[in-house]
């Protein structure tokens, strides 16, 4: 069975750059391509972007110039971190296998940004 | 990007009874529609992909349907389990994936 685990801080001070990992255990990060998603307070689910096992990625237009996301095939492991973040970027972190849809999720780490 | 509008907001529905959710695209996904079940405190859960197609595990009383950008799920026998949130997510163009707004199913 797939399981993966979202940690990182749960506040990030305004102007500041969030980051997260996600763990992957129950398969190997080479056999998949892996997603970010969130959901802020109250609204719907954003695709944040994804990265592949060979680490080439896409991201959503809309936070691109501020994303970034790698991989670490030896921690079986990948990573999210978005800079200059604001009370928007507030939202439940999610990471999640992608095989375009998205089959095995994390539950997910709430992100509060203070000012 | 293509726009994911999902109807209703909130449903209400008896135990026992039918609950039909909508989604519509903004433009052709083809079949390429999945639908997400979340819960407060749990990983989200994988439906519907393919727009048809139940995920492992899923019980029978959930189906999808529909194809360039009309779809429709179906829970045929609503249980106190499947309150929650739903989405619908097209991954036919990306980036960006895109999802609906959500609908809320709750117990009449």
């Known amino acids: 069975q797939v399981q993966l685990q979202e940690s990182g801080p749960g506040l990030v001070k305004s102007s500041e750059t969030l980051s997260l990992t996600c763990t992957v255990s129950?398969?190997?990060?080479?056999?998949?391509?892996w997603s970010w998603i969130r959901q802020p307070p109250g609204k719907g689910l954003e695709w944040i972007g994804y990265?592949?096992?060979?680490?080439?990625?896409s991201y959503n237009p809309s936070l691109r110039s501020r994303l970034s996301i790698s991989i670490d095939t030896s921690k079986n492991q990948f990573s999210l971190k978005l800079n200059s973040v604001t009370a928007a970027d507030a939202a439940v972190y999610y990471c999640?296998?992608?095989?375009?849809?998205?089959?095995?999720w994390g539950q997910g780490t709430l992100v509060t940004v203070s000012s | 990007e293509i726009v994911m509008t999902q109807s209703p907001a909130t449903l209400s529905v008896s135990p026992g009874e039918r609950a039909t959710l909508s989604c519509r695209a903004s433009q052709t996904v083809t079949s390429n529609l999945a639908w997400y079940q979340l819960k407060p405190g749990q990983a989200p859960r994988l439906l519907i992909y393919g727009a048809s197609t139940r995920a492992t595990g899923i019980p029978a009383r959930f189906s999808g349907s529909g194809s360039g950008t009309e779809f429709t799920l179906t829970i045929s026998s609503l249980q106190s389990e499947d309150i929650g949130l739903y989405f619908c997510q097209q991954y036919d163009q990306r980036p960006p994936w895109t999802f609906g707004q959500g609908t809320k199913v709750e117990i009449k």
């Open positions: 990265i592949s096992y060979s680490g080439s990625t």
């Open positions: 999640a296998t992608d095989r375009n849809y998205l089959d095995y």
């Open positions: 129950g398969a190997s990060i080479n056999s998949s391509y």
